[in-house]
Nanobody, 114 residues
Framework: QVQFVESGGGLVQPGGSLRLSCTVAGTIFSVYTMAWYRQASGKQRDMVAFITTDGYTNYADSVKGRFSISRDNAKNTVYLQMNNLKPEDTAIYYC????????WGQGTQVTVSS
């Protein structure tokens, strides 16, 4: 069974930065396109960014230029570097595969507030 363990969230002021990590167990991590998603309170879960097996990346317009996704296949881990955070980035952040998502992990809460 695939398991996703997200970490790195927290409370940060507008303009601040956070680096999220997601460790994946129970599958051959390196063969999957991985993605970060987020879900704000009362809203649907949306994809924020994805990274393919060969390192191609793509971002939602709302985070383009501020967020950066990366992966370390040796550590079965995908990262999300978030810079210049805005209050509208407040959400629970999850990682999962880009396609045919598996069961969701607990996510990590990111709160951007002064």
């Amino acid at each position: 069974q695939v398991q996703f363990v997200e970490s790195g969230g927290g409370l940060v002021q507008p303009g601040g930065s956070l680096r999220l990590s997601c460790t994946v167990a129970g599958t051959i991590f390196s063969v999957y396109t991985m993605a970060w998603y987020r879900q704000a309170s009362g809203k649907q879960r949306d994809m924020v960014a994805f990274i393919t097996t060969d390192g191609y990346t793509n971002y939602a317009d709302s985070v383009k230029g501020r967020f950066s996704i990366s992966r370390d296949n040796a550590k079965n881990t995908v990262y999300l570097q978030m810079n210049n955070l805005k209050p509208e980035d407040t959400a629970i952040y999850y990682c999962n595969t880009r396609f045919n998502t598996r069961s969701w992990g607990q996510g990590t809460q990111v709160t951007v507030s002064s």
